[in-house]
């Protein structure tokens, strides 16, 4: 079973509407969470990240929320606009030694005109 | 400003050829990765290096072999391509655990095997 769940698996979005993506995880013990961007034919940049003691984290029009408590994170998009079309990958990173880290499936989002 | 490179950005091989897929990354990283990513699967970890000289299993080696004589490089091997090893790989590094584990990724090569 995947460590780090993501869903929806895709969405369609019309531009300009807000969408709110989201990862739930089971890795222990955790050190941090990051949302990575990837367009298309492109490698995967990270968009933010999330450490154990940060609720909410904002970068431009993404807003990245973490509960420690239950294992979830969610990425909203606010005023999508056509760039956004991409898909979304949660990482989270194991505590300890050797960058451990458990990858999501990736949340595919297409905006349209 | 180029970051982590990948060559060749594609390839075509037939069953049983063998390749090496170059990475070169210039922001004098210790940690050096080999993923591929497949649809449905998610990015699943080949091997990776922590250090110029050293090299370690990941998720699924198998079919793979690295190497990593420099530090600034890392060499991913197929001996015997087969049609499973279809997949876009992609490279990465980080500087370890300062940074809380960044990935910096290429922009993939795409190997299709026939």
Known sequence: KNQVEQSPQSLIILEGKNCTLQCNYTVSPFSNLRWYKQDTGRGPV??????????????????????????QSSLHITASQLSDSASYICVVKVDGGNNRLAFGKGNQVVVIP | NAGVTQTPKFRVLKTGQSMTLLCAQDMNHEYMYWYRQDPGMGLRLIHYSVGEGTTAKGEVPDGYNVSRLKKQNFLLGLESAAPSQTSVYFCASSSGQVDF???FFGEGSRLTVL
Do not use: P, Q, V
């Open chain 1, 46 to 71: 990270s968009l933010t990240i999330m450490t154990f003691s940060e609720n909410t984290k904002s970068n431009g029009r993404y807003t990245a929320t973490l509960d420690a408590d239950t294992k």
């Open chain 2, 101 to 103: 584990g960044e990935l």
